[in-house]
């Protein structure tokens, strides 16, 4: 069976240290549990996490056979595909991933990093680029030509849709054994392996460029104000896991706020806490 897109985002790690180490955390603190939550700073960062999401989300129920779990996965594809037709991603993802090369070729000289680290890693953006160049006209042509996902796409759209009576052949296609339909959805992510493995690269580059600080946000609120001159792409907040809090995040290039929010599923709209927040923040620029 091919490998998917879904399963490389799900299971592939990155090779060695980054670049820019993170700090070492005592084994108290990685033992307990903490929640992350993650706010891009750009378009093009914010399509990429919402297709590493799909990707993933992918790769779990393709794993699966029940017959629920190919109807998930199918979901997650389609998705994927209308992520694809609103933007142009091949040259979004090419764009990124030299951005990546000529920044860190800037450190080749530095005597304070791993050398073999970097060449490694600029070696790896290198033939994530020469595979991007490979890719012969659109991402997934042959998947938005498709007459069957074409009509599980259109129903989608109604609300229970895809029953049964709707698409019989869509109902046919389920009763087969799940060997056979855990092979046909591995082959339609297997489409986007290369620019998916791109974005991948991209988010790991990205998340391990800045280490997590200890921060407080004073009366459940912390805002701070970015350097113009400085391309911040992502800031990650991590929130110990047991508190009655989550974190709302807003932000762009210029500036982020976060609200420390007490929890409230059905009690009405969630308020800020008027507690003093101890977080960990990395506002992520490479």
Not at 46 to 74: C, I, M, N, P, V
Not at 125 to 149: C, P, T, W, Y
Not at 238 to 244: E, R, T, V, Y
Request: net charge neutral.
């Amino acid at each position: 069976m091919a490998t998917s897109t879904g399963s490389s985002i799900a299971n592939q790690q990155p090779a060695g240290a980054p670049v820019v180490p993170e700090k070492k955390v005592k084994q108290k603190e990685a033992a307990a549990g903490k929640v992350l939550y993650e706010q891009p700073l750009n378009e093009r960062i914010r399509t990429f996490l919402r297709l590493e999401y799909l990707f993933k989300q992918a790769a779990y129920h393709l794993k699966r056979s029940s017959e629920w779990d190919s109807r998930a996965t199918l979901d997650c594809i389609l998705e994927i595909l209308t992520v694809f037709e609103n933007t142009n991603l091949k040259s979004e993802v090419f764009k990124e991933l030299e951005r990546h090369s000529i920044n860190l070729k800037r450190h080749e000289h530095n005597p304070d990093i791993d050398h073999g680290h970097l060449t490694t890693l600029l070696d790896d953006i290198q033939q994530k680029m020469d595979a991007m160049h490979e890719i012969d006209g659109q991402v997934a042509r042959d998947l938005k030509n498709s007459e069957f996902l074409i009509s599980i796409r259109q129903r989608s759209a109604i609300p229970g849709g895809t029953c049964d009576f709707d698409l019989p052949a869509y109902h046919y296609w389920l009763q087969q054994p799940a060997k056979t339909r855990s092979q046909d959805l591995a082959l339609f992510l297997n489409h986007f392996d290369q620019i998916g493995q791109a974005i991948q690269l991209v988010m790991i580059l990205i998340r391990n460029s800045t280490p997590m600080q200890p921060m407080l946000a004073t009366a459940g609120l912390y805002q701070r104000t970015f350097d113009p001159n400085m391309p911040f792409q992502l800031v990650r907040i991590k929130l110990a896991k047991g508190l009655p809090y989550f974190a709302e995040l807003s932000g762009g290039r210029h500036r982020f706020t976060a609200r420390f929010m007490e929890f409230s599923s059905l009690k009405g709209r969630a308020m800020q806490t008027d507690q003093d927040i101890e977080f960990e923040l990395a506002c992520c620029v490479i």
